[in-house]
Structure formats: C-alpha cells, structure tokens
C-alpha cells in the first residue's frame, strides 16, 4: 500500500506540473478520429449515431433483452464498486480483456486498484454496448454496419488512447520530467502534417536503395503505367516470362520488399524471365481513366509487350488482390477473342465473386457510396490516405490506436519495418475507374453474372477463361475472405488449384520460403463448398512459395539461354528499375 501511495503520489505531482501539458495532449487525442478517419470522425459519429438510432427504434418492439443486458451490466458495476470500497485489490477481476488484447498488459492495470477499476469499468462498458448492438436484430447489412461501429466507439474511447487514464502513459511522463508528453506533441504535429498516422521510421527505407531493389529496367511506359523486365540470376530461363500485375490500390514493391522477403527476386532466382507492371498513381488529370483502360491499355498491353520483348507468343501472369480482379476481365476479354496467350494465371487473395466482401461490407451501401461517389468525382479521384485509413479502421486497436499511444502519448518513434512502410505509401484511384469498380463489383456483383459487363467491346463471363489457374487465399484476410474468394474460383471453366495461406492479407502472401514459417492447406475436395474443402485439405508447413513454384514451373516450358541485356529493338531502357512511377507520393 505505501508503494501505490508512492505512485499515485507522483503520478498527482505529475498532474500538478504538467496539467496544461497533459490537457492539451488529451485534446489532441480526441482529434486523432477525426483527422484520420476514412471521411472525418463526423461521418463515423454519424454512422454510429445512425445505427444506434435503428437499433433504439427496433428493440423498442421488444426491449426484453435489452433490459436484462443493462441489468446484467448494473450488477457488475455494482459488485466493481464494492470490491473497491472493501479494498478487495488482490480479487479476480470480473471481467478481463479478450484473448490477444494487448491495451491492458502493463502491470498497474491489474496491481493498482483505481487503474484495475478504470480498466474493468471500461470492460464492462464496452460488454454492455457490444450486448446491445448484438440484441439489435436489424437487417443483415445494417446488423454488420451497426457492430462494426460500436467497435469503433467502443476502441476510440478506450483509457489507453488518453494521457490521464493510461499509468504507462504517466510514468513515462514521470521518469522523463515531462518530455515524453512533449516528444508526443511534435510527433502528433508532425502527422498532422501529413495527414496520416506514422507506423514505422518512415527515414530507415528509400525507394531504389534498400527497399524495391531488384537490379532490373524500365523497358516500356505509358500513361498508365511503367513496365519492368528484371536481370535474369540464372544461366537459364523458362522460355514462357512471368509478368506480375499488382494492385493498382497501393504500389508494387509489397512484392519485391527487401532481398530476403521479395517475391519477385525469389521469382528471378527460380529461373522465370520476370516482368512486372508498375502503375500510374494518378491525380485529377487521370479522373476520366476507366476500368476498361486499365483492362485494354494496362494488362492486356503489358501482355503483348511482354510477347514482343521475349519472343514468345505464350506467357505467365500472376496477380494480387484488384490486379487480379483486373486480370480476371482480361482473360475474359481474351476469352471472348479465343486469345490462348496466357498459359497459366495465379491470383493472389484475389476477389471475382463479391458477394461477401468481409469486413469491407459496413462501408458499402448505396448510400454511403454514393456519398463517396460525389466526393471522388468532385475531386478526380479517390485518395489513398481515404482508402488506407478504411482499411487500417477494420483492425483499428493494432492499426490505429496503439500508434497514438506510442507515438503520441508515450513520444516514441515507430521501428522501422519495411511492410508497414509499404502501407504508409498510398495511391489514388481514378473517379472513373473507382466508380466502376466499386458499382459493378462490390454493389452490383456483375463479374461472375454470364455477359452482364462489357469489358473492351467484350461481353464478360469468366466460364470462358479455360486458362489453368493457381488460387492463393489467407484464411485470416479480412478484404478478401479466402471462402468468397474459393467461390470466385469456382466460375472459371478451366482447371483451379486453390491453396489457403495462413495469416492474412499481406504477411500471409509475403512468406518467404527461407524463412519456411507459417503452413498451408492444399487438396481439399472442390465442389461441395469451402468449409467441406478446408476439412478435406491437407496441411503443409512452412510457405506456399515452394508449392507455387512448382506448379507455375510445370508451365513454363522448356528452359533456355537467359537473356543479356533488356527490351529489344523496338523496347529500349527507359531507366533503370524501380522507375518514377512507384517514386509518386500523394504528400
């Protein structure tokens, strides 16, 4: 007891001394929703507002469950008080954070009683909520969107997120005199500054230099994007090259990161003649580039440089998330004109069906898009910072949140680690493309619907594509859940190879093979459902990359000298790789 004495004798000398410091960080705080949010924190109260008003509106027909929740959680709160008036600080606590929340690790959370209260009463709290939402039984959608921000709220107004209410928080402020809250100010003014939260030592990677280093060329450009042919590390090569297509939503260096962890220095090493298609990221000037521009003068383009540059009328592409989707309009398109160029198609966490988007459903409805819609076209696209802050809401605690506390409150800086750098550095989408895309794919489901969209002049329907294809799903990705992506797979007319990675969307794809971590299901019974596919399937340790590899080279054709130099005659270096394009930021 004389020790807690002690430390809440400090931590009052602390707020003594540094009220205005620790007042002002507390505000600051509270702006971080707002200036981070995917549209404002106004647009997230409202949402919450909204679905809370739903819910209020629905339970009123039948608030029995409603009553026994606030009943439930009046007694806990009770028996709280009680064990804190008798200084029963040793008990068990009544409720304890959920497995793999980190907020609450720091030892005075549990051993001193007004912080093990705080952090109980938060729980409760935050019990009660999540209780009412769950009970809300509203439509499907509604149902998703009206958790989904409770969960924010309920993160948002966590006690670790503000300086007052955190203990680790106040005894670095204690051991530091003050200057870890004051380290915290210019951090935050720093971000502000740039409009996003910092995740790692954004100064510890340079593009070109130790990070998206392949030695390799720019061999062929165009508005839309650059294309790269890497140096071959082999004598030989397979005569069928290998041409990687990105998401055109973030850069392509996720897959050529640093040496031990690139994707596509693992691909150059196993002997494949490597290109790669490095888009545009465009700005008002490109507002009218469309989904059919990046089909016809993106992806298929890059195919028919890529024929001309090797001197082979067959080739390989493999293609990540919405690089995929669009490679899988341009094998339609091929389809359609009996194109059999492509040998073999690999898509990595790739979305076709979208009839279940994860946890991306509780931003789309018609009309929340069509508020996003006005603002897109108003402004000539869609901005990264917007769409990689939707994406670092879906796990706001480990993406968010626990930045504002270490970088804000306790005024440290971010370890460098070069993926979180990656998804730092966002892209644009153009209105006219985005627009299309989230319509038709996400709204409307037409890609898997039999000639429903027109690509290229080209009615669609994937039955068509008879192109023997490698699926690669997470099963923990949360943009694109491996089972939609399992039934995406199933409306291709060819052979499917589906293989389900362990972790999620990017650390499960980026698995070295070196580092042979993690495992992978492969062999499951197809045609009967994900589920029966995933308790049929065998599991493998370590990574995928080997599995991969194997296959694509069964598909490579036979081996030949490797080529000395890059382009040809009619493709000359433009500059050496990774380009200018990647180079773009949206600062």
Request: aromatic share 10%.
């Amino acid at each position: 007891m004389e020790e807690e004495g002690s430390f809440m004798e400090n931590n009052s000398n602390i707020l003594a001394n540094q009220q205005e410091l620790i007042n002002y960080v507390n505000q600051e705080t509270q702006k971080i929703l707002e200036n981070f949010s995917q549209a404002g924190g106004e647009h997230i109260y409202g949402q919450f507002t909204q679905s809370w008003m739903e819910m209020v509106n629905r339970s009123m027909e039948d608030p029995t469950a409603w009553v026994k929740v606030i009943t439930d959680y009046q007694q806990a709160q009770l028996n709280l008080w009680q064990r804190m008036l008798s200084g029963q600080s040793d008990a068990e606590p009544l409720v304890a954070p959920s497995p793999g929340d980190r907020r609450f690790n720091g030892e005075e959370w549990s051993s001193n009683p007004v912080f093990s209260y705080i952090k109980q009463s938060y729980l409760l709290g935050s019990k009660l909520l999540q209780d009412m939402a769950h009970h809300a039984n509203l439509s499907e959608g509604e149902q998703k969107k009206l958790e989904f921000y409770t969960q924010q709220y309920i993160d948002a107004m966590s006690p670790t997120n503000f300086a007052a209410t955190n203990p680790e928080v106040l005894q670095d402020a204690l051991e530091t005199k003050g200057q870890s809250l004051i380290d915290g100010l210019q951090n935050l003014l720093g971000d502000i500054e740039k409009g996003r939260i910092s995740m790692t030592d954004e100064s510890a990677f340079v593009i070109g230099e130790n990070i998206a280093t392949t030695e390799g060329a720019v061999v062929y450009e165009c508005e839309l994007f650059q294309l790269l042919q890497y140096k071959p590390t082999t004598e030989q090569v397979f005569e069928k090259p290998t041409l990687i297509i990105p998401p055109c939503i973030n850069k392509y260096y996720i897959l050529d990161l640093q040496e031990h962890n690139s994707f596509v220095k693992y691909c150059v090493d196993q002997g494949q003649n490597t290109f790669l298609i490095s888009w545009l990221n465009p700005t008002t000037e490109q507002s009218e580039i469309s989904w059919d521009d990046y089909v016809g003068d993106g992806v298929l383009k890059a195919i028919e440089v890529v024929k001309e540059i090797s001197a082979s009328n067959k080739l390989n592409t493999v293609a990540w998330c919405i690089g995929g989707t669009l490679t899988a309009s341009a094998l339609a398109v091929m389809a359609h004109r009996k194109d059999t160029s492509v040998t073999s198609a690999t898509f990595l966490t790739t979305l076709t069906d979208f009839q279940d988007p994860g946890d991306l459903c509780v931003f789309i409805d018609e009309q929340q898009v069509k508020q996003l819609e006005n603002k897109v076209n108003n402004q000539g696209y869609l901005s990264g910072r917007e769409l990689a802050t939707s994406f670092n809401m879906l796990r706001s605690n480990d993406l968010i949140w626990s930045y504002v506390v270490n970088n804000y409150l306790k005024g440290k800086q971010p370890a460098p680690f070069d993926i979180l750098y990656w998804n730092g550095d966002s892209t644009n989408l153009p209105a006219n493309m985005y627009t299309y895309y989230i319509n038709k794919m996400y709204l409307e489901n037409k890609l898997v619907a039999k000639d429903e969209l027109t690509i290229c002049g080209a009615p669609i329907d994937l039955k068509r594509i008879k192109t023997p294809c490698y699926f690669l799903s997470t099963i923990e990705d949360h943009i694109a859940p491996w089972k939609g992506t399992y039934i995406g797979a199933e409306h291709f007319g060819g052979t499917v190879e589906f293989v389900l990675g362990a972790s999620g969307h990017v650390a499960g794809v980026i698995n070295p093979a070196a580092k042979n971590r993690r495992n992978f299901w492969v062999k499951g019974e197809a045609g009967q459902g994900p589920d029966h596919w995933l308790e049929t399937a065998e599991r493998v340790e370590g990574s995928w990359w080997p599995n991969w590899i194997e296959w694509h080279k069964r598909r490579g054709g036979k081996k030949v000298a490797a080529p000395t130099g890059y382009g040809n005659s009619d493709y000359s270096v433009v500059e050496p790789a990774p380009g200018r394009y990647v180079k773009v930021k949206i600062d």
